[in-house]
Each structure stands twice: as structure tokens, then as C-alpha cells.
């Protein structure tokens, strides 16, 4: 499967974007979606993840209660809702793809990044 992620931006703290992670050459539905973020020096933290058979969500705690993960079988995508951004959100994102959700980096798929930006 290949994933491919977008909806990245640049935003004002308190703002909102929703991220996109659009699948191809397989159908989403066999598979768990992560999202990831890496700041500029930092290492890749898990963000979200859902899973394939029903559905559970998981978020870290950074971002419990501001960011929601979904996903549309139907148009082969996962989104991730982001809300109440804070410019520690600012990052690149990146989605990724396997059998079971798990919040380390040990996912097969990945997706190219889209950057974050949350600044006034």
C-alpha cells in the first residue's frame, strides 16, 4: 500500500487543520493508520493511531482531547482533526500504515511528511 499524506499548513495558535492520508494500491480497511510528527532536532513521536477492525483510537497525551483520528474506508483515507494548535504541534507529520496500531516507529508503510506550522 502506498500512503500519502497532505493538509499541512501554516496556522495561528488555536487554529485548526486537518490532515489527510490518502492510500493506494490496496484497500485502508486491512489496515491500522499511524500519524507521527518529527520537530526540526527532535526524534519522530507517535501522535495517533486507529485500527483496522474496530476502529479504536489512541492518541499521546500531548494531544489527547485537541486532535481526533478517523478514518473513511469508503474514500481510502484517514484524517487527523487537529484543534486548539499550539506551536509545539509545529512538525512534520507523516502517516503510517500496518496490521495493529502500536506507538513506536515499527510501522511497514510510510507516507511522505506534510509540515505543520502553528506561529502568530
Known amino acids: 500500500v502506498q500512503l500519502q499524506a497532505s493538509g499541512g499548513g501554516l496556522v495561528q495558535p488555536g487554529g485548526s487543520l486537518r490532515l489527510s492520508c490518502a492510500a493506494s494500491?490496496?484497500?485502508?480497511?486491512?489496515?491500522?493508520i499511524g500519524w507521527f510528527r518529527q520537530a526540526p532536532g527532535k526524534e519522530r513521536e507517535w501522535v495517533s493511531c486507529?485500527?483496522?477492525?474496530?476502529?479504536?483510537?489512541h492518541y499521546a497525551d500531548s494531544v489527547k482531547g485537541r486532535f481526533t483520528i478517523s478514518r473513511d474506508n469508503a474514500k481510502n483515507t484517514v484524517y487527523l482533526q487537529m484543534n486548539s494548535l499550539k506551536p509545539e504541534d509545529t512538525a512534520v507529520y507523516y502517516c503510517?500504515?500496518?496490521?495493529?496500531?502500536?506507538?513506536?516507529?515499527?510501522?511497514?508503510?510510510w507516507g511522505q511528511g506534510t509540515q505543520v506550522t502553528v506561529s502568530s
Open positions: 503510517a500504515g500496518d496490521l495493529y496500531c502500536r506507538s513506536t516507529a515499527a510501522y511497514h508503510y
Open positions: 494500491g490496496s484497500t485502508l480497511n486491512y489496515y491500522a
Open positions: 486507529i485500527s483496522a477492525s474496530d476502529v479504536k483510537t
